[in-house]
């Protein structure tokens, strides 16, 4: 059965678990970006898409989607920072002839690591690893961005 009508999705039971909008920023998180340089900011044109956490649908583990659409950095709004969680960020390229290729260049530290991403791939950071800053150094193509946290809400503390 194909529902099209969003009167009618809200009348099922679990319609509440289809999750199509992303949760506002919170005031602290906005004012940060107001205040950071306009390279790190303007530079890459992105869409924020989807957010998931236990607030959106109750027993939900956190999830984040972004659309990254052209550009590139040279600071990064990301700054080093630690979960109490492990995490798994996916960066997906939209080339349909070679769907590996990223599409760009991401760089991204794990730890006092610098790894250049080439390839659409996944990166997991276990809970306690020291990640960031990331920076989309080249956007050629539209890539998809993705974080998961085996969490309820999305914390961070800054290292």
């Not at 959106?56 to 984040?64: L, T």
């Not at 991403?117 to 690893?129: A, Q």
């Amino acid at each position: 059965m194909i529902i099209e009508k969003e009167s009618e999705m809200a009348k099922l039971k679990y319609a509440k678990n289809i999750i199509t909008e992303t949760k506002p920023l919170p005031k602290e998180v906005l004012e940060k970006i107001q205040a950071m340089p306009k390279d790190a900011i303007s530079a890459v044109k992105s869409t924020r898409l989807l957010w998931l956490d236990d607030e959106v649908a109750k027993g939900a583990f956190y999830m984040e989607g972004l659309w990254f659409w052209e550009g590139s950095q040279k600071s990064s709004m990301e700054e080093p920072h630690v979960h109490d969680f492990d995490e798994i960020i996916g960066f997906i390229g939209t080339n349909r002839e070679d769907p590996h290729d990223l599409g760009g260049e991401v760089e991204i530290w794990l730890d006092d690591e610098k790894h250049v991403l080439k390839k659409s791939c996944l990166v997991f950071i276990p809970k306690g690893l020291k990640h960031c800053p990331l920076l989309f150094r080249r956007i050629d193509s539209p890539i998809f961005w993705f974080t998961i946290g085996n969490t309820s809400m999305y914390s961070r503390e800054s290292k």
